[in-house]
């Protein structure tokens, strides 16, 4: 079976910065696409980074996130990364990881029925 596991959540204060680690267990992990999400009380699920598997692991970021968040992964450990700096109130959220071993792209919202999904992990900033 497949699993998407993410660590790394907790309490940071505004300016602070969070590394969140996603394992995944069960396809190809050097074949697929990753991508994380996030997801704020009263929000939509949204994507904040994916990063490709094809040559040269293409990145994309949410606007919102662009210069502050940085996705990365070791195919070696099967672990996708998001190091997130200069942290705001307005990244806390529940942020989720998930796989898609086609790399078929990913969608602006969340689609939990495409991919494999984490549970996710909770980010608070707050003085």
């Known amino acids: 079976a497949v699993r998407v596991v993410e660590s790394g959540g907790g309490a940071v204060q505004p300016g602070g910065s969070l590394t969140l680690s996603c394992l995944v267990s069960?396809?190809?992990?050097?074949?697929?696409?990753m991508a994380w999400y996030r997801q704020a009380p009263g929000n939509e699920c949204v994507l904040v980074a994916s990063?490709?598997?094809?040559?040269?692991?293409?990145?994309s970021y949410a606007d919102s996130v662009k210069g502050r968040f940085t996705i990365s992964r070791d195919d070696a450990k099967n672990t996708v990364y998001l190091k997130m700096e200069n942290l705001e109130a307005e990244d806390s959220a529940v942020y989720y990881c998930?796989?898609?071993?086609?790399?078929?792209?990913?969608?602006?919202?969340?689609?939990?029925?495409?991919?494999?999904w984490g549970q996710g992990t909770q980010v608070t900033v707050s003085s």
């Open positions: 990063i490709r598997s094809r040559h040269g692991r293409p990145t």
């Open positions: 069960g396809l190809p992990f050097g074949a697929s696409a």
């Open positions: 998930a796989a898609d071993a086609l790399d078929a792209g990913w969608e602006p919202r969340c689609r939990r029925s495409f991919g494999y």
